[in-house]
């Protein structure tokens, strides 16, 4: 599989950004699909992912404030980040995984990321 992420930008604090990632191909069946990040001098951490039939998981810090949704006829992923902070400043990578997968580790496949910086 191979994964285009998209949408990121330079947005002040408050703001909103919509993140996309087109997959083309498909490792898996039903894959479970996955947004993480990753700030300058900081390990990559997760945000939030998603299963087939739509069940999410957010990390605490951005829980209420970000969505995650899939399109499966388009193949596509989707986040919806809203009351943007400054700390949400990072490269945003899409990723995909086995059925069930939770930790990043499980994550086999990832897009290129896209930068998203927030001023406050």
């Known amino acids: 599989v191979q994964l285009q992420a998209s949408g990121g930008g330079l947005v002040q604090a408050g703001g909103s950004l919509r993140l996309s990632c087109a997959a083309s191909g498909r490792t898996f069946s039903k894959p479970t699909m996955g947004w993480f990040r990753q700030a300058p001098g900081k390990e990559r951490e997760f945000v939030a992912i998603i299963n087939w039939s739509g069940d999410t998981a957010y990390a605490g810090s951005v829980k209420g404030r970000f969505t995650i949704s899939r399109d499966n006829a388009r193949n596509t992923l989707y986040l919806q980040m809203n009351s943007l902070k400054p700390e949400d400043t990072a490269l945003y990578y899409c990723?995909?995984?086995?059925?069930?997968?939770?930790?990043?580790?499980?994550?086999?496949?990832w897009g290129q990321g896209t930068q998203v910086t927030v001023s406050s």
């Open positions: 990723a995909e995984g086995p059925p069930g997968a939770t930790m990043i580790v499980d994550f086999h496949s």
